[in-house]
């Protein structure tokens, strides 16, 4: 297995495939940091590129673009607190306070190192666990979805900051967006009053930027009338040169568990295919939250947030990479534009794949790996032109976002409906900010929601028994564990209570 991987390295950093995968690499950093041009949009950019290669350097450039989009999502979270992919959301959970408190650059800096260590680590698995762990998912029927999907839901508990009740209520409207349209099941139209603009349901993208960008930018631009005359003042307090690496991957690797617990977190949630990088990174969140010891820093700037959300991002690709190698099932959109790829290429992905085509197994490994020290080179002589956004005015920056969430939300399906459901869902967002919902958990309701009603009724359609749900060991493990988050996450808020005056109680 050694020899081979060896192999493997030996023959990804001849030109004709390094090449290719640091040009992935640069166009996923750059894509990623788009707000609204998610990774697979970039990768599909990408993918007729690579018609003329051979498949190995194909798959190379493809890996760069997942792997270097993962990462390049946190630039826009921790700049403009907008998700510059989806997988980057629980990263502006704290990378964005950590640049308004006046440390733009640490709080990049933690993401793109824990990016870079998690999805090294993650590597060691997807090298030598890819057969058992990815055995795992064999397992898992609607029911283990169902009940995983539940687990995902529980963590609402903890994502909240001061009320649990609001928490539910953002959950239950994020739930209740995924009815709005047509059943997934039935083709049933549900909850359109007739309307043709809501048939087709409201696409994800254009609903995460409005909640995200708009309500951000509305909150920002309300500042200007402060006499400062700008939103964000204390961006301009620190300078790229003067950041040190060195202390940065010591705030990391001070904190072992939280990397390789989060980074097995991504990895697991990218075996199982449906999910995304999205949820894993807002699990990892959770969690990190659950197990700190500072659990009331989270949401203010808390570094162990930025960590957790990034090293699960990268860990994802190695799991989705694991899925689609060891069953020929993709485990999210990109890994099914590869699969594609593999199939124009004559390559047959699945159970024998690895052993009928080892020097194609092994390259992309080897791709994978290097992609993340080609993702770091690019961060470094990109960054400083990056963190310029830092010393532009709100009433300049702004605008320009603007326009690019708009742009962004049309070129999904290049339909002004999109920018519609963009604006009205920054309406919703502001105003639930402005009331003092948390955001995050009506996220995790739009990621999942679709997902737990399907595999309710393909459990149900494949065997009417509820216990089912308890009675398979995995699901019940699942629920076990959903009851035993939110029992942990009102212990939690309880803590959180003893530790503030009365005056500033937590509400439940």
Excluded at 91 to 116: C, H, K, Q, Y
Excluded at 164 to 180: F, N, P
Excluded at 379 to 387: E, H, I, W
Excluded at 481 to 506: D, N, T, Y
């Amino acid at each position: 297995m050694l020899e081979l991987l060896g192999q493997g390295l030996a023959t990804i950093v001849q030109w004709k495939y390094l090449l290719p995968l640091f040009l992935g690499t640069l166009v996923g950093v750059v894509g990623g940091s788009l707000p609204g041009v998610t990774i697979t949009m970039t990768v599909i950019v990408v993918l007729p590129f690579t018609y003329g290669f051979d498949p190995l350097a194909g798959l190379a450039a493809m890996t760069g673009v997942y792997v270097g989009g993962s990462t390049g999502g946190l630039v826009a979270c921790c700049l403009l607190g907008i998700p510059g992919s989806p997988s980057s959301i629980a990263t502006t959970f704290d990378g964005f306070p950590m640049a308004r408190n006046g440390e733009p650059g640490r709080a990049i800096w933690l993401g793109v190192w824990a990016s870079v260590w998690g999805g090294l680590l993650a590597a060691l698995f997807l090298v030598f666990l890819t057969g058992p762990l990815a055995a795992i998912a064999l397992e898992f029927g609607p029911w283990e979805y169902f009940s995983l999907f539940v687990l995902a839901m529980a963590m609402v508990a903890g994502l909240t900051e001061a009320s649990l009740v609001k928490g539910l209520i953002a959950t239950g409207l994020g739930l209740l967006i995924t009815v709005i349209g047509t059943d997934p099941i039935g083709g049933v139209p549900r909850f359109t009053f007739g309307s043709a603009f809501v048939g087709g349901g409201f696409p994800f993208l254009p609903v995460l930027i409005g909640v995200f960008a708009f309500a951000q930018i509305m909150t920002d631009l309300e500042k200007l009338t402060g006499p400062a005359g700008q939103a964000q003042p204390s961006l301009a307090g620190v300078k790229f040169e003067r950041f040190s690496h060195l202390k940065v991957n010591w705030e990391i690797f001070a904190q072992p568990f939280l990397l390789l617990w989060s980074t097995i977190v991504g990895l697991i949630i990218g075996i199982l295919p449906a999910i995304g990088g999205s949820a894993s990174s807002v699990l990892a969140y959770d969690q990190a939250k659950k197990f700190s010891k500072t659990p009331e820093r989270f949401g203010k700037g808390h570094p162990e947030g930025i960590i957790a959300s990034e090293a699960s991002n990268n860990a994802n690709v190695s799991g989705s990479l694991m899925t689609i190698m060891a069953f020929g099932i993709p485990g999210d959109a990109v890994t099914a534009v590869m699969l594609g790829a593999m199939t124009i290429h004559g390559i047959q992905s699945g159970p024998l794949f690895i052993s009928q085509n080892p020097g194609i197994a092994y390259g992309i490994y080897a791709a994978y790996i290097l992609a993340h020290p080609c993702m770091l080179l690019i961060c470094v002589a990109l960054m400083p032109l990056m963190l310029r956004i830092t010393k532009v005015r709100m009433a300049v920056l702004a605008p320009i976002v603007l326009v690019l969430c708009v742009i962004g939300a049309y070129a999904l399906n290049n339909t002004m409906q999109s920018v519609y459901v963009l604006f009205i869902f920054g309406v919703v967002g502001y105003a639930l900010v402005k009331l003092g919902f948390p955001l995050a958990p009506l996220i995790l309701g739009l990621i999942l929601g679709d997902q737990i009603e399907l595999n309710l009724v393909r459990a149900i359609m494949t065997d009417s028994d509820p216990l089912l749900f308890v009675t398979r060991p995995i699901s019940a493990a699942l629920l076990a564990a959903a009851v035993l988050s939110v029992l942990a996450a009102v212990w939690q808020h309880l803590r959180q209570r003893g530790r503030v005056p009365a005056e500033e109680e937590p509400d439940f």
